[in-house]
Each structure stands twice: as structure tokens, then as C-alpha cells.
């Protein structure tokens, strides 16, 4: 509640799915007077049944406007936002910023001073404002975009808005916004979804022999096209770079595979291709940064097995409970037909061993990784 | 214990690294008497040291040879035991069966009747006998691959050290093996290794971005070159067709980014390649089995919010083993740069609601997802 004084009401959220009904949630609780609009009135009043906010009639001055609709309308709302609102900040949430701020200046024929972009790197599997929460926000990133002519007073409501509901203000250049998500966001996105699709015509039998690591990789492949296939496109000169680097780089490894399949694994050249792709790898991926958006830590991971019968996992966080040491992070795991999971703990480097110990003593079967 | 009688010994396990130490340390525990070979002096003592056997000299008389070498010199190893120990049953371990069995008859000159390869589907991010444990192979899938001549007894040999160990045999001819690893695990392995490696020259504020499904696609890049560059060599022909197959995914999706950076998103078929990409994804990823090897089950999550305070996770588990409620799954998220995680307990859809209730009123932000 001590946030709602930083953010400037009434607020309207044009819009109302998951992001846009999120956003009223959340203001709504803080107190902060929220209109909603959607061309659904359907979606509308989902939104409004909720608690995200009322419906908006002509006589609603906001002092924010968040322009929340798909992707592809985000330029005529913004516009008509500005037109309608003049005196009012004019944010929008699309998950591409690119030439968004360009497009909004030719069709308002100005320099918009109090527009900004920006990016709530929030999302859901599920869509829509039944999917809708008032702390989608927390914890998340808010990327803010100024243009070359955003007001410090405009770029100071959005990120007044994102402090509020609970997310990270950061401001970025949207070249650089779309460019990093391109290749944190986008390409993933692609990689697990392409490499899904490879899994649809595996037999059955195949397919139970997968691990965590396939799961690991295409997780996110159970997102939803309507809501991706927008995104590839419009950032498609973003993301194009660097998927054609994956396919230069796969083509390699393809012509090193066929090579081994004729000649044998002591062709000249095959081991240095898979060798090398390996490799960097994990050079790459020793660059995302841990917890806290810092270098990645080393915590020691302590593997407890967990037979799978009701109450173990429960038995097993209650014990853990009782030890009073700090877990960092944890995971589990459960074998393709295993009666029996793994549980990994992420403990600091002096923790692991009492802990151990400490669950070794209740009769846990535990290792450290 | 009570399976230690099913393993016939003494067992000789040639090889000492992190496999062939830890079937040692896990017979050992079962009273089984195990000899040890391997060409690295330090690594047989190591192993030795650890407690999983004993140096085995040439009067050492095993009922099973198990070959747990690098894979680039399993034939010449199990040609050897076969020649040393005529009347023993001789399995390897090694990732990919392919022409394993072919090669060996080969060089024996013979019907080989006491051979059978097999792939105990185990393994960890370190290896080498120091990285051993007697309990990985616990609930993992021990895939049991006879040729025409393997002989039964042979099978039920091999079956019986994976029952011993904790593992589940499961029999499957080498080629369907071969392609069914090839496709959920060598292909997956060579995409996050891909993916990963386009990260390194990414600046620092584009990865600060990263959020976990990024940090998924490219878990498993983290692997050692040494072990997956010669998996990838000797299974290049099963691994083949599914990379040529992603290839040509690819590049229609290189193209159509191509397209639309330079037509934009309105240019003909651009949208179907993503939109039908995606959703290719969507029902390849559908088909992963759940827990048990079964299709995948709906459980409901309930998200947690958690401070990250020292204690909180274990204040939470402890408050969540109190509710009694089983736990079927979890997993932990922690935002860039925020002082705040999630955890996602999924539960049988029935016990959502109470468990919401639960924590809520011991004061947890909860969300459903």
C-alpha cells in the first residue's frame, strides 16, 4: 500500500488481457482508480467482474494511459490514446519495441513527449483476463524505452507504475531492448519449439526413454503460436542474426554427421566440429547470470531421493524445515517410469554437509552432486 | 539387500570412471564381490580407495565383466574380456549400441553368446571415479540391448545387476535404441550447445534479461565436450536424419524472417511458418511422458511467492509439510535482479484450493497458474 502514493490516477488500461487485467488488479489494489477498455466486451467485462477496474466511458481523464492490446493494433491505440488524452503519459507493453515510438511519431505528426514504450517481462503459459493476477508483476524486470523526445516526466510515471505492482524498472534503448530479447527471448523460443515438433512422429517407445534434459529444452515449447508468431515477426530483424548464425552453425555440425556416417568418427575434422560445438556451449552458457541478475554462484547441490508415496515430498520439506538451513534453489526430477524422484538442493558450499547429515540422520538417501 | 543374491559374482568392472565406479560401490554395498581394471593407475585406486573394489589381478574369475571404458575403445575391451573369461557373461555401458555386437563377433570369430550390450541411462554434469555414487543409477532406465546370439542367460545376467542397482531394465533392439537416445537426448544436447554458444558474444545487458526459459533451453550446454563429442561421432547416423530435419525447419524460418524484416509481417506465408512452428512445437511437446512413463498427467500449480530471506524457502516447506498435502512436483524460479523467487507446487487439481487456503492463511502470496 505505500507504493499507491507514487503512482498517478486515474489510470486506463486499453486493453484487458492477461497484462492489461493484471496491471488493474493490481493498482485497483493499491487504490489507485483504474478504467478499462477492450473491444470485447466480453474480455471487458471479464476484467471489470475481476476487480481489474471499470469500464471507461468517454468523461474518463486518466493521467496514465497503458496500451496493453496485441501486438499488431499497438500503434493505432497508442495514437488514438494520445489523441484522446493529451495531457495524459501514454506507456505501452508490447513485447517489441523497435520502430513503435517512430510509427506513433509520423501518425501524431509531432515530437510525443509523453509517450514512452516499455516491456513487463511477465507472461504466463495461459492467456487472456481469466489467467489474470495482481502479482504477475513481482519480482519481474520492466524494461522502459524513452524515445529521443519522452519526458523525464513521462519516463518517471511508467517506472512509478512498475515500482508499484512490484517489478524492476530498467531503462534500455529499444534497439538494444529488442535486440537483447531477440536472443534471451526469441531464439529460445524457436530452438524449443523446432526441436519439439522433431518428437511428434517418435514412437511411443522412443519417447519414454526421455530425461530431464529434453524436458529441459522444450518446456517452453507449450506456449501459444497466436501469441508468438507476432512476436517473431515484428522483431523478425532482431532475431533474424542470430538464427542465421544457429543455422551457419548447424549446417556444420549436419555436414560433420554425414561425414561420420560415410566415413567413420577419424574423418578428418568431424571430432573438431562436435568438439567445438560442445564447447561453446558452455561457454555461452557459463554467461547467464545467476540469481539476482549477478555472475552465476556455486552452490552445492545436495540429490535427496524421494520415493514417490503421498506425504514423502511433504515429509521431506518439513524435515528440511526443521534443519534451519537456507536453501537457495531446488529442483526436481522424476525418472520415465520411476517410482522414485530426486529432489536437488542448492545450498551454500558450508551447508551442504550438516545438511547431509542432518537428513541422512531421518533416514533420507542423499548425495552431493 | 535383499537383491544382492540375484547378481551373480564376482563381478569385474573394467573401467573406473564415474560409471564403472559407482556399479562397483553399489554391488559392494550389496555384499557383492567386485575386481577392478582400469589403464589409469590413479583412477583404479581412486576407485579402489572410494571403496568400490579391488585391483583385479589375472587370477580374478568373474561371473560378469561389465565394460565401462570410454566409448571410442568399448570393442577392444569386451573382445579382451570375452578372450580373458570365457565362461563370464560380458555387458558394456556405453551410450550407443549400434555395431557394437557386429564388431565384437567380428573379432572373436564367433556367435557370441555371452555378450549383450546395454545403457544404464544415468550419468551427471562431472565425471571421473571421484564423481561416483552408489546410488545413481536409482529409478533410472537400464536399456538392455541381446543380439541374435545373446544368450538368455546372458539378459537375465545383465537384468539382474540393473535390478540390483535401483535401475529398470528395459529391453530394446541396438538400432531402435540407437535412434530413440539420438532423438531425445544426442539431438537436444546438440540444440542447447547451439543455442548456448550464440550467448557469447552477447553483452552483459542483453543477458541480464535472461529469464528461465532461457535458462532451460541451455541447462544441459553445460556438458563436457570430451564425453559428447564422441557420442555424437559414433551415433552420427541415427543423429543425422533429425538434424537434417531441424535444418530444413530452420532455414524456412530463417527465410520467412528474412521476409518479413525486409516486407514486414504482412508479406504472404510469413505468418504460417511461425505461427505453424510454433504450434509443430506445441504438439511435439504434448507427446513428452509425465511421471511414471505415462502420458502426461494435469496437475494444478499453485505459484509462491518467496522473499529471499535466509529461511523463507525452509520456513515454506516446513508450513507446507504441515498441510499434509502431497507435493507431486516443484520448481523454483528466481527473476533477474530480484530479491524474490516463485515456486511452483503442482498438486492434484483437487488440492490446490486447500493448499492455497493453507498458506495464504499463514501468510504466503499464492497464485494459481
Known amino acids: 500500500m505505500a507504493k499507491s502514493a507514487d503512482v498517478r490516477g486515474p489510470v486506463l488500461v486499453v486493453g484487458t488481457g492477461l497484462l492489461g ?16 477498455q477492450d ?5 471487458l467485462h471479464l476484467a471489470r467482474d475481476l476487480g481489474a ?26 495514437v488514438a490514446a ?21 510509427r506513433v511519431g509520423e501518425q501524431v505528426g509531432a515530437a510525443v513527449a509523453q509517450y514512452v514504450g516499455s516491456h513487463p517481462m511477465a507472461g504466463r503459459e495461459r492467456s487472456g483476463p481469466a489467467a489474470a493476477d495482481s502479482d504477475l508483476f513481482q519480482g519481474r524486470t520492466w524494461v522502459i524505452c524513452p524515445h529521443e523526445t519522452s519526458s523525464d516526466a ?9 515500482i508499484a505492482v512490484g517489478a524492476l524498472p530498467r531503462v534500455m534503448e529499444a534497439a538494444e531492448h529488442d535486440a537483447a530479447v531477440a ?4 531464439l529460445p523460443q524457436l530452438v524449443a519449439s523446432l526441436t519439439a515438433a522433431r518428437l511428434r512422429e517418435l514412437p511411443a517407445e522412443a519417447l519414454a526413454l ?37 543455422l551457419a552453425s548447424l549446417s556444420d555440425v549436419v555436414n560433420a554427421l554425414r561425414t561420420a556416417a560415410a566415413e567413420g568418427m577419424g574423418a578428418p575434422g568431424v571430432m573438431r566440429v562436435f568438439a567445438g560445438a560442445i564447447e561453446e556451449g558452455r561457454q555461452g552458457a557459463a554467461r547467464i547470470p545467476g540469481k539476482h541478475g549477478g555472475a552465476a554462484r556455486r552452490y552445492a547441490e545436495v540429490m535427496v531421493f524421494v520415493p514417490d508415496k503421498p506425504g514423502e515430498l511433504g515429509r521431506l520439506f518439513a524435515e528440511i524445515g526443521q534443519a534451519g538451513i537456507n536453501i537457495e534453489d531446488l529442483r526436481m526430477e522424476h525418472a520415465a517410469g ?11 558450499p558450508a551447508r551442504a554437509a550438516p545438511l547431509m547429515e542432518h537428513l541422512e540422520e531421518l533416514g533420507w538417501r542423499v548425495m552431493v552432486s
Open 39 to 43: 473491444i470485447s466486451p466480453a474480455a
Open 53 to 78: 477496474g471499470t469500464p471507461a466511458g468517454p468523461d474518463f481523464h486518466p493521467a496514465l494511459v497503458v496500451v496493453a492490446t496485441p501486438p499488431d493494433v499497438i500503434v493505432p491505440a497508442v
Open 338 to 348: 520411476a517410482k522414485l524422484g530426486v529432489a536437488t538442493l542448492s545450498v551454500l
Open 154 to 162: 513521462a519516463v518517471g510515471a511508467v517506472r512509478a507504475l512498475a
Open 82 to 102: 494520445l489523441r484522446d488524452h493529451p495531457d495524459a503519459v501514454v506507456t505501452d507493453v508490447a513485447s517489441v519495441k523497435g520502430s513503435l515510438a517512430g
Open 21 to 36: 487485467a493484471s496491471i488493474g488488479l493490481a493498482l485497483r489494489e493499491l487504490g489507485v482508480e483504474v478504467g478499462l
Open 183 to 186: 536472443a534471451v527471448s526469441h
Open 210 to 246: 526421455a530425461g530431464q534434459g529434453l524436458r529441459d529444452v522444450t518446456r517452453i515449447a507449450a506456449s501459444d503460436p497466436m501469441m508468438w508468431s507476432p512476436i517473431l515477426a515484428v522483431n523478425s530483424a532482431a532475431v533474424l542474426p542470430h538464427a542465421e548464425a544457429l
